[in-house]
């Protein structure tokens, strides 16, 4: 683990007992809802990974294991899910995720010296979050914008046609 990796807050410090990784009933009747809704009931898997990274803060190796019982789903399965997709966190994320793209487009219109910026302003490399727990650092594959390369996402919004100077100007707002 970096030096950089946040710690996990007391919110989440308790995700260490598998036993405390438990739905609640209403949570739980969702599942099933959802489940529900498909053919194959294994289709609401992301879905349900999304409610089980909102309610315990990101996904853990025992959060698979809890989920992957849900679906009748070895651990083994739900862990390669979560390892494909960018939007699930298997340790704790900062307050805020800063995602550059570094596909194509982005590459070629500058996304590595973005990333290099932004690692050099916030003191952690790509896939680490700050000490304070402020800003969680990615590089993903496509973000879909390519006609405003560079570009990233910072939580839910995108910034397009980055500049290290843009960039200061997104961070800042971030406090």
Do not use: W
Not at 32 to 50: E, I, K, N, S
Not at 72 to 81: G, I, M, N, R, W
Not at 91 to 118: E, F, M
Request: charged fraction near 20%; glycine fraction near 6%.
């Amino acid at each position: 683990m970096s030096s950089h990796a946040r710690v996990p807050s007391a919110a989440h410090a308790g995700l260490a007992s598998p036993a405390q990784v438990t739905f609640s009933p209403a949570q739980l009747a969702e599942v099933r809802r959802l489940q529900g809704l498909y053919p194959d009931p294994r289709a609401a898997l992301l879905p349900v990974l999304h409610m089980a990274q909102d309610t315990f803060g990101y996904v853990s190796l025992e959060v698979e294991e809890y989920v992957a019982g849900l679906f009748a789903l070895s651990p083994a399965h739900v862990h390669e899910v979560v390892t494909f997709y960018t939007l699930y966190f298997q340790t704790p994320k900062g307050r805020h995720v800063v995602a550059v793209c570094h596909n194509l487009s982005c590459h070629l219109a500058g996304a590595r010296a973005i990333i290099d910026h932004l690692e050099a302003r916030l003191g952690v490399t790509v896939g680490e979050t700050t000490d304070d727990g402020r800003v969680t650092l990615q590089s993903v594959e496509c973000l879909c914008a390519c006609e405003h390369a560079p570009m990233m996402q910072v939580d839910e919004r995108y910034e397009f046609d980055l500049t290290p100077e843009k960039v200061d100007r997104i961070l800042e707002r971030l406090r």
